[in-house]
């Protein structure tokens, strides 16, 4: 049952497309036309709705920029939906609508369910909605990696689970390895750090500053450096408050102040606002008294003791010395010594350190071991399972004698981990080199298929792969760009006859330009330019009829009309009728 169903795309300005509609359906569609009539761009515009890269280069000639909407049917409860939801999309009707712009200068915008969203939200939905295959997809087939990440995609949960493992302990033991190096090979920079540090905290030790010490010494000395002045002063203000023995006579503040007082004293029951101001002069003889006293005091404890001036000048330079060198202020050398103890424990602790990053190394490598041997197991039991559903499917196209297999190994290295008994080479994704081998017929020997299997033979492998995913992991929409290339003949229909069965299941959309193929679709699609080059909104169509028939009757002999090309087009599409 199809969940999900890529009903329509509207292309304007990209490429030799003008502005045409492509109508899509469910079951198989077959896009057709003559080479260079622009059949590949809709794999292009699809691609482009699904967050593929934007290429200045795609925007027709003359035009600002290119525009891709699409319209996908989604149920209200399948991921896509829900993911879109969740990036403030809306459904129409049930259906997702898709929008890609790309301009002339190469920027590009993207719009989701009237949203407009960042490409790569278009990204996350196409492994959700459809899986694009063109033949750059099958020369990424021939890649090592590639062929991994299939077998593994293949595996499912029985890869999944033990590759999380080993991915999370092979990072933490690269982390471990790092820093064992950097311990390692800076340990005389370290040893020279811990010198200087320890060189440091010993002069600041030997002089024992105190905080805020620098400021209290600092007025300290100021004070002693002008005693006399300051006894002076004190003495004078002392006199001119309280009175001078010496001179019995003069008069002084507190005396003019008690006089005052005394006169107000006389009267201040007649009138309660003039006893306020006596009582306020009250106030200040006592404030005179006090600071008299005060000025008497400070006199007296003022030292003007030269030695003391010199202690704290030698003082106050040993803490400059240190400031020099570890801080603009006493505070500052603190807070450096405190910083460069933790330091120097932390270096003084290398040794240490080393052992346990050792310990730690040697726990993680043999950890990584069992994980990849797990790993290892689980690809060599579903590499059985992949490769006969693979060769089974390589049976129904036409290569009836193929054989499929996985050579899955591993590289001895010394620096490796053990996994069998052996040390051996590891990476993130494990220690096993996965490599797709194929035996085309009986007695030839299994080669890599980048070497052993011809265009015809490795578009049949790709699509055979991909059959059986989608019997284990599939998706709603697949679309085939070329996936027929250099496939004729009896395989070309057993192709068309797979690609009819897989769209039971499945939408899938097939660019091609074999009759056989075409024959099998539910619908075909032809895509044809105008006098002027260009492809209009006419310019892709739905065949049916007369029409499908001498379309097919140009695949076939590039004659519309030719009698013996009409009735082999006829005879296909009956033999694809009976069949399905």
């Known amino acids: 049952m199809v969940v999900s169903v890529l009903e329509e795309m509207r292309i304007r300005s990209l490429g030799v497309i003008d502005d045409a509609v492509v109508e899509l359906s469910p079951g198989f569609t077959a896009v057709t036309g003559e080479t260079g009539a622009g059949k590949t761009m809709v794999v292009t515009s699809l691609g482009l709705l699904l967050g593929g890269r934007a290429d200045a280069a795609l925007v027709r000639i003359g035009a600002k920029n290119a525009v891709v909407e699409g319209r996908i049917a989604v ?89 999380a493992k080993y991915a999370e302990a092979y990072r933490r033991l690269r982390a471990v390895v790092r820093e064992l190096e950097e311990i390692t090979t800076r340990a005389r920079e370290r040893a020279q750090e811990a010198d200087l540090l320890r060189y440091g905290l010993d002069e600041i030790a030997a002089v024992e500053p105190r905080a805020g010490e620098d400021v209290e010494l600092a007025e300290e000395a100021e004070r002693l450096g ?7 002063a004190a003495a004078v203000a002392h006199a001119a408050l309280a009175g001078n023995p010496e001179d019995p006579e003069g008069v002084d503040g507190a005396t003019l102040v008690a006089g005052a007082q005394r006169a107000l004293d006389a009267v201040r029951s007649h009138d309660p606002a003039l006893a306020a101001l006596a009582e306020r002069i009250g106030e200040v003889g006592i404030l005179l008294r006090d600071v008299a006293g005060e000025l008497a005091g400070y006199a007296d404890d003022l ?232 492809v209009t909104r006419s310019g892709v169509k739905v065949l049916e009829g007369e029409e499908r028939v001498r379309e097919l009757s140009r695949m076939l002999a590039g004659q519309e009309d030719s009698e013996t090309a009409r009735a082999h087009a006829e005879e296909l599409l009956e033999t694809a009728r009976a069949d399905r």
């Not at 063109?134 to 029985?158: E, S």
């Not at 400031?323 to 006493?330: A, L, P």
């Not at 993130?428 to 020997?445: I, K, Q, R, T, W």
């Open 75 to 163: 149920p209200g409860d399948a991921a896509a939906a829900l993911r879109a939801e969740e990036a403030g999309a809306e459904l129409d009707d049930g259906a997702l609508l898709i929008s890609r712009t790309v301009s002339a200068e190469g920027r590009s915008r993207a719009h989701l369910g009237g949203r407009s969203v960042p490409v790569g939200m278009l990204a996350e939905l196409a492994d959700e909605l459809v899986a694009v295959h063109g033949q750059t997809d099958q020369q990424g087939l021939l890649k090592l990696n590639r062929q991994r990440q299939a077998l593994d995609r293949y595996a499912g949960d029985a890869v999944a689970g033990p590759l």
């Open 226 to 232: 002008h005693a006399e002045a300051l006894a002076s």
């Open 303 to 534: 030292d003007a003791d030269p030695l003391r001036l010199a202690a704290v000048e030698e003082r106050r330079a040993a803490l400059t010395a240190l400031t020099r060198k570890y801080g603009e202020d006493v505070a500052a050398v603190l807070s450096w010594a405190e910083q460069s103890a933790a330091r120097l424990t932390e270096l003084d602790g290398d040794d240490e350190r080393i052992g346990e990053l050792t310990a730690e190394r040697d726990a993680l490598r043999a950890e990584l071991g069992g994980l990849a041997q797990a790993l290892t197991d689980a690809r060599t039991e579903a590499a059985e399972r992949f490769a006969a559903a693979v060769t089974a499917e390589l049976a129904s196209l036409a290569m009836p004698h193929a054989r499929v297999s996985f050579d899955i190994r591993q590289t001895e290295d010394p620096e490796g981990v053990e996994v069998g008994g052996r040390t051996v080479a590891c990476g993130p994704s494990g220690a096993d080199e996965v490599e797709l081998l194929l035996a085309p017929h009986p007695g030839a020997p299994p080669r890599p298929i980048a070497k052993g299997a011809s265009g015809g033979e490795l578009s049949r492998v790709m699509l055979a792969v991909e059959v059986v995913f989608a019997g284990t992991d599939p998706v709603p929409t697949y679309l085939f760009d070329e996936v027929d290339a250099g496939v004729g003949g009896k395989a070309a229909v057993e192709i068309g006859r797979r690609l009819a069965r897989l769209a039971k299941s499945a939408q899938v959309v097939v660019v091609t330009h074999l009759p056989q193929v075409a024959a099998f679709a539910d619908r075909q699609l032809l895509v044809e330019k105008t006098n002027d080059g260009s």
